[in-house]
């Protein structure tokens, strides 16, 4: 069965520090992964994907996300916080088989501390 | 070019009334999604239509109805709500093309009473 897991539901960061949320996913063979971030009552945006290639993917806002298979990880970061990025972030999965839905994690709710 | 809208963005039904969320997306994607999220859970899927004519249960499809009216439209139903239904319901649209990510909808935020 597939399944995402973001260890800490809370990360606090200061602005100006380097930042990480962590995700470690487990499915069959080799998935996609995405990463998405929620502000207050607003929907899911997306970051940031990896497919296949590069370990180090950039994103948006000035995000990336380094993929390790064989930790079977893929932990967002960005090397120096703000403040506006205070929101909650979701990992998520799509495996190349089976159904085309994604599966996500529960959510890290990351805040900047100015 | 809209993206992804829902219609309504809040409701307060009362135990056993019934409501259609209604969603749609300009982008011409084929795949359109249901999702629940609830403080603590993540976001779990209800039911998802890979393209026009079909649609498939996801994790959670008790207590809900889907229809894929169109390629733009995918509406959610309930037919007579429950109080475990008091969730943030969002849509969510994606092109069939490798590996293209879901573009979401703001969320309808339901309260049953």
């Known amino acids: 069965a597939q399944s995402v897991a973001q260890p800490e539901d809370q990360v606090n960061v200061a602005e100006g520090n380097p930042l990480t949320v962590k995700c470690t996913y487990s499915v069959s063979g080799n998935p996609y992964l995405f990463w998405y971030v929620q502000y207050p009552n607003r929907g899911l945006q997306f970051l940031l994907k990896?497919?296949?290639?590069?370990?180090l993917v950039k994103g948006s806002y000035g995000f990336e996300a380094e993929f390790n298979k064989s930790q079977t990880s893929f932990h967002l970061k960005k090397p120096s916080a703000l403040v506006s990025d205070s929101a909650l972030y979701f990992c998520?999965?799509?495996?190349?088989?089976?159904?085309?839905?994604?599966?996500f994690g529960t959510g890290t709710r990351l805040t900047v501390i100015p | 070019n809209a993206g992804v809208t829902q219609t309504p963005k809040f409701q307060v039904l009362k135990t056993g009334q019934s409501m259609t969320l209604q969603c749609a997306q300009d982008?011409?994607?084929?795949?359109m999604y249901w999702y629940r999220q609830d403080p603590g859970m993540g976001l779990r899927l209800i039911y998802y239509?890979?393209?026009?004519?079909?649609?498939d249960k996801g994790e959670v499809p008790n207590g809900y109805n889907v229809s894929r009216l169109n390629k733009r439209e995918f509406s959610l139903r309930l037919e007579s709500a429950a109080p475990s239904q008091t969730s943030v319901y969002f849509c969510a649209s994606r092109s069939v093309a490798g590996a293209g990510e879901q573009f979401f909808g703001p969320g309808t935020r339901l309260t049953v009473l």
């Open positions: 239509s890979a393209s026009e004519g079909t649609t």
């Open positions: 982008m011409n994607h084929n795949s």
């Open positions: 990896y497919i296949t290639g590069d370990n």
């Open positions: 998520a999965v799509r495996p190349l088989t089976g159904a085309n839905n994604l599966f």
